[in-house]
């Protein structure tokens, strides 16, 4: 069974940065992703990364801003996000791909979901 568990989150000013983690227990190597929703608003996808790190894929929204890395010993997934804008704030939810190749931002394609933790930017 996986368990993912997201921290991180919090209030930071426009321009400012913060830095979100996923801990991931069970089976761990497959592809992970980032999430976001927003109040009002549809779940949406933000970033995924493939089971060793190395390939990557990114919403345009957040393309040169936010970056998503893993790191496998430690059964960690991140996303620091960099240039926080208003738009930014939502629930950020960490998510398992059912690949470990595959970057998807399709909600189907992933199989386990973690509670989210909200960040909320002032402008």
């Known amino acids: 069974q996986v368990q993912l568990v997201e921290s991180g989150g919090g209030l930071v000013q426009a321009g400012g940065s913060l830095r979100l983690s996923c801990a991931v227990s069970g089976r761990t190597l497959y592809a992970m992703g980032w999430f976001r929703q927003a109040p009002g608003k549809e779940r949406e996808f933000v970033a995924a990364?493939?089971?060793?790190?190395?390939?990557?894929y990114y919403a345009d929204s957040v393309k040169g801003r936010f970056t998503i890395s893993r790191d496998n010993a430690k059964n960690t997934v991140y996303l620091q996000m960099n240039s926080l804008k208003p738009e930014d704030t939502a629930v950020y939810y960490c998510?398992?791909?059912?690949?470990?190749?595959?970057?998807?931002?399709?909600?189907?394609?992933?199989?386990?979901w973690g509670q989210g933790t909200q960040v909320t930017v002032s402008s």
């Open positions: 990364v493939n089971w060793n790190g190395d390939i990557t």
């Open positions: 998510a398992r791909s059912s690949s470990r190749l595959r970057v998807g931002s399709l909600e189907y394609e992933y199989d386990s």
